[in-house]
């Protein structure tokens, strides 16, 4: 059985940093996409930041690119988010599927995803 585990949300201020955690238990990662998404209140779910199991390459929305950095270690995955603003405020899930086309594809809400969290809360706000 698959489990995805989260931690690091909370509250932070505008400038701040938190470090989102996703344990997996269950699963082999080295040929998935290991990814974060985001759904603010009122928005569709969007895609993050996503990595290749394989080979490590990555890909990021652009609205976080230079403030967030993904990183994997074993079956455990991390979204570093630096430089935080109030629009990052949204509940963060990660999720992981078999990589079954180029990352940049698999790092979209449009595909689906067999495997997520349970969501953790971010908020930034002063």
């Known amino acids: 059985q698959v489990q995805l585990v989260e931690s690091g949300g909370g509250l932070v201020q505008p400038g701040g940093s938190l470090r989102l955690s996703c344990v997996a238990s269950?699963?082999?990662?080295?040929?998935?996409?290991v990814s974060w998404f985001r759904q603010a209140p009122g928005q569709e779910r969007e895609a993050v930041s996503c990595m290749a199991g394989d080979d490590g390459t990555t890909h990021y929305a652009d609205s976080v690119k230079g403030r967030f950095t993904i990183s994997r270690d074993r079956n455990t995955w991390y979204l570093q988010m630096n430089s935080l603003k109030p629009e990052d405020t949204a509940v963060y899930y990660c999720?992981?599927?078999?990589?079954?086309?180029?990352?940049?594809?698999?790092?979209?809400?449009?595909?689906?995803?067999?495997?997520w969290g349970q969501g953790t809360a971010v908020t930034v706000s002063s």
């Open positions: 999720a992981t599927q078999a990589l079954v086309f180029n990352l940049e594809t698999m790092c979209s809400s449009r595909i689906p995803y067999d495997h």
């Open positions: 269950g699963v082999t990662l080295d040929y998935n996409a």
